[in-house]
């Protein structure tokens, strides 16, 4: 997928494009290309980002350890803020108080969107927090075995016979 150039979406019909999705992402892990469609609409001031996708990947049941297929979908959509001092991260603090208004995305006005890297962090954010094969899950197999006869560590050898002389002298 190629990077969109912003200030060519203003040329473009309704200031939109649509990029049809057939590809695999760079970073994801799935057995299907990633399908569907993304629209990147230049609102003056912000970018505004829809994608419908889908595509399958293949997780390990947090319960049982067995692998398993997962269909993953995504239909989201997000506004990008257009910033000429978003690209001056190189000269950020180490530490530095942010407020909640901040906390949004923003893209240099002449810069690129990556529709890839986009993508990407949707369905990274779409993959299941817990992870099961299904319903029917075994869940993880239980070892009942006990040993028949019971093993001393050699290093507590001379506690268990104390032990025993204590509970002789006793009787």
Known sequence: MEAIYIPNLLKASGKTTE?????????????????????????????????????????ICDRCTQNYNHRLKIANSELIWLEATASDLANLPLEREILLEDLSENLDPTGYFEPQTWIYEQLSLAMP?????????????????????????????????????????NQ
């Open 129 to 169: 927090m817990r992870q099961v094969c299904g319903n029917s899950c075994p869940g993880a197999t239980q070892v009942t075995s006990v040993p028949e006869t019971p093993q001393i560590d050699n290093r507590w050898a001379s506690l268990a016979s104390l032990k025993e002389q204590l509970k002789n002298h």
């Open 19 to 59: 990029v049809i999705i057939n590809d695999l992402i760079a970073g994801l892990d799935t057995l299907t290309p990633v399908r569907g469609k993304l629209i990147v609409r230049h609102g003056g001031n912000f970018l505004e980002v829809s994608v419908e996708a889908e595509t399958i990947v293949t997780l």
